[in-house]
């Protein structure tokens, strides 16, 4: 501790640099990872193991931080930085799965106004003139826009969208090894059902091989970095795992021994939900919603998405540690979330294609070291918030003929978070809530739950759209009807709804049993809450699709 202070003393008598200007351009490094809930150790989840996120989010002394930070201007020396981060509780997807995610947050506009719902459209189609969240910087005198992996879905849109949001270093676009049919190395499982028609699930779809499409992106984006050191760059990596199957190296595994891993505590639908709501997608691991998956095939399966988040951040660590070698670390703003959550066989849902928290709930911690604050924000936010922020972050212009949904969260990084301001920044929010949204295609009226998926049909087919709002206490979903002609939902045609209580739960740690165990909608004592919420839904939405 000396020693800092020694250092800070001749820091104090050098000539000080003037104070950076509000139009200072800082880097970006924009990690984002496939399929990833909350289920890390920046949330105070105890079962995982991801030491690199760890040791970035974990909290340092102000006066370690101090000399680490003149150590790095002075004598540009190198540590393992514990960066400065705001890691966010109430983080929330637009749609719980990948394409419509993507090509909302990468776009800064929600699935009504890309009109992306599921994998058969791209935004381009109906928006060929948008500026996307890489494509800001394609438009920056000295700035570069590179990529690699899984950034936007593969095709959707086509070539990661090419020249429109990549600069020419990082054209043709590489996901390494990607294509629709699968990884570098199968699964021999996988390789068993592509041959054989072998049944497949959550269950079994695993296996004790590494992710070397996550390892060949990461060496691609070190690369870049070495290329671009001495530029103004948004990077952006996609990184695949824990997308499924679950793949990750045998040491990965070990760190989540079978004996170790417990059961979803509430493995049922909640109580008095609408059949609607329900995405049944282990039809070959159990009959219905009704009654789980099997223990043994419930504990396989939640050790080995354990073991491919643990191998995902063994990829991510290195990363870090280059930009941390490259002397990037104080002018690198690091942006980390998923696409979507995940469920893990809570309330008998296993994937995510729902509304429900654990499938619209992401993790996002952001790192802006020269903001200087730490902290954690249980503020409501949106992935559709990372445009702006990221924009003003870097320092760049977002275009101003153009119209975004989000807000910027610098306003709250800058506070570090919003354990000491804790309605200065919510106050300024437009709604103080979060939204999402999922489609539909209801085949069977007396048992909506059962072959309802959207993913593969037209989108004039859909029968519904699900239309959920988040606030601090509550989540309420409703469930339109859908105008295929207009693509639009019918307001008035509202065929079942949802509430679930979320007063008092602890918003750190994380603990995925707690919520959403009972549906509460028709309680008379909640009909001031349900129409409040109702009419919050309509005002966010109702002009989304014009």
Not at 207 to 221: K, L, M, P, Q, W
Not at 446 to 466: L, V
Not at 496 to 503: F, M, V, W
Request: proline share 7%; net charge neutral.
């Amino acid at each position: 501790m000396a020693y800092c202070f020694v250092v800070f003393a001749a820091w104090l008598s050098l000539p000080q640099a003037k104070a950076k200007s509000a139009t200072q351009k800082y880097n970006v490094l924009h990690v984002i990872v496939d399929d990833l809930r909350p289920e890390i150790g920046p949330y105070g989840v105890g079962s995982s193991y991801t030491p690199n996120l760890n040791k970035w989010e974990r909290n340092r002394s102000f006066y370690c931080r101090l000399y680490l930070f003149i150590c790095q201007k002075i004598t540009r020396c190198h540590f393992s930085l514990a960066k400065v981060s705001v890691t966010f509780d109430r983080a929330y997807c637009q749609q719980a799965v990948c394409a419509p995610s993507r090509n909302s947050f990468l776009t800064g506009r929600r699935p009504d106004r890309s009109r992306v719902w599921n994998f058969e459209n791209n935004f381009r189609e109906d928006h060929p003139d948008w500026t996307t969240l890489p494509g800001i910087f394609l438009n920056q005198p000295g700035s570069i826009s590179l990529g690699v992996g899984k950034t936007f879905h593969p095709g959707i849109p086509p070539g990661y969208d090419g020249n429109r949001s990549w600069s020419l270093l990082a054209l043709p676009y590489r996901a390494p090894c990607w294509t629709l049919s699968g990884p570098c190395i199968p699964c021999p499982i996988d390789i068993e059902h592509y041959l054989f028609k072998k049944n497949t699930s959550v269950g079994n779809d695993w296996c004790e091989i590494d992710a070397y499409e996550d390892t060949i992106a990461v060496d691609v984006a070190i690369g870049y970095l070495r290329l671009v050191r001495n530029q103004h760059f948004y990077l952006a990596v996609g990184l695949r795992k824990p997308h499924l199957p679950w793949q990750a190296s045998p040491d990965d595994f070990s760190h989540h021994p079978l004996d170790s891993i417990s059961l979803a505590k509430h493995p049922k639908p909640p109580k008095n939900m609408p059949d609607v709501a329900f995405r049944f997608t282990e039809e070959k691991a159990h009959a219905d919603p009704w009654h789980p998956i099997p223990d043994d095939y419930a504990k396989k399966a939640r050790r080995a998405y354990r073991a491919a988040v643990t191998g995902m951040d063994r990829k991510l660590g290195k990363l870090l540690k280059e930009l941390d070698d490259l002397g990037l670390t104080q002018n690198t703003a690091i942006v980390f979330h998923s696409d979507h959550g995940w469920q893990l066989g809570e309330h008998g849902e296993w994937r995510k294609f729902t509304n429900f928290e654990l499938a619209t709930r992401v993790p996002l911690i952001i790192s802006a070291p020269w903001l200087g604050t730490k902290g954690r924000s249980s503020t409501l936010v949106e992935l559709v918030d990372l445009l702006p922020t990221i924009a003003e972050l870097a320092g760049v212009d977002v275009p101003k003929n153009e119209s975004f949904d989000g807000q910027s969260l610098v306003p709250l990084l800058a506070r570090g978070g919003d354990e000491h301001h804790h309605n200065s920044h919510r106050s300024s929010r437009r709604f103080n809530a979060s939204f999402s949204q999922y489609p539909r295609v209801v085949t069977h009226n007396d048992e909506q739950w059962k072959s309802n998926a959207a993913i593969h049909k037209d989108r004039t087919k859909f029968t519904h759209m699900g239309y959920s709002v988040r606030t601090e206490d509550w989540r309420h979903t409703e469930w339109i009807e859908w105008d295929g002609k207009k693509l639009q939902p019918k307001w008035t045609k509202v065929t079942g709804a949802e509430l679930y209580d979320h007063r008092g739960e602890v918003v750190f740690p994380t603990d995925f049993d707690e919520g959403e165990n009972e549906n509460v909608v028709d309680d008379p004592n909640n009909g001031s809450v349900v129409k409040a919420l109702s009419n919050l839904l309509r005002s966010a939405f109702s002009d989304q699709g014009k």
